[in-house]
Nanobody, 126 residues
């Protein structure tokens, strides 16, 4: 599976961006998709994820209320709508996919995700 992320860019604090990630193959109902990010000099961190069939979501605390993850089943695409952006949101954002053969709940550890996109840079200026 290849994941192609897009939508990053430069935005002022308080602004919005929508990231997209298209998968190269159909997304099966047990899959999870999500986003991680890595800021300069910091460790990679979980941002958000969803279950493909039900659309259940999970967010890290720092983005709750500002970020929405969603999907388009027909396009095999996951989105990350980011509003009220802050300079601390500056990072490379990575799209991820978990095949989840055992149908376990959403996870926040990168170790659970099987495929990673190349990343798209989001820069928020103050």
């Amino acid at each position: 599976v290849q994941l192609q992320a897009s939508g990053g860019g430069l935005v002022q604090a308080g602004g919005s961006l929508r990231l997209s990630c298209a998968a190269s193959t159909p997304i099966l109902s047990n899959y999870h998709m999500g986003w991680f990010r890595q800021a300069p000099g910091k460790e990679r961190e979980f941002v958000a994820a969803l279950t493909w069939r039900e659309g259940r979501t999970l967010y890290t605390d720092s983005v709750k209320g500002r970020v929405t993850i969603s999907r388009d089943n027909a396009k095999n695409t996951v989105y990350l709508q980011m509003n009220s952006l802050k300079p601390e949101d500056t990072a490379v954002y990575y799209c991820v996919l978990r095949q989840n053969p055992n149908r376990t709940p959403l996870a926040t550890s990168g170790a659970f995700f099987d495929f990673w996109g190349k990343g798209t840079l989001v820069t928020v200026s103050s």
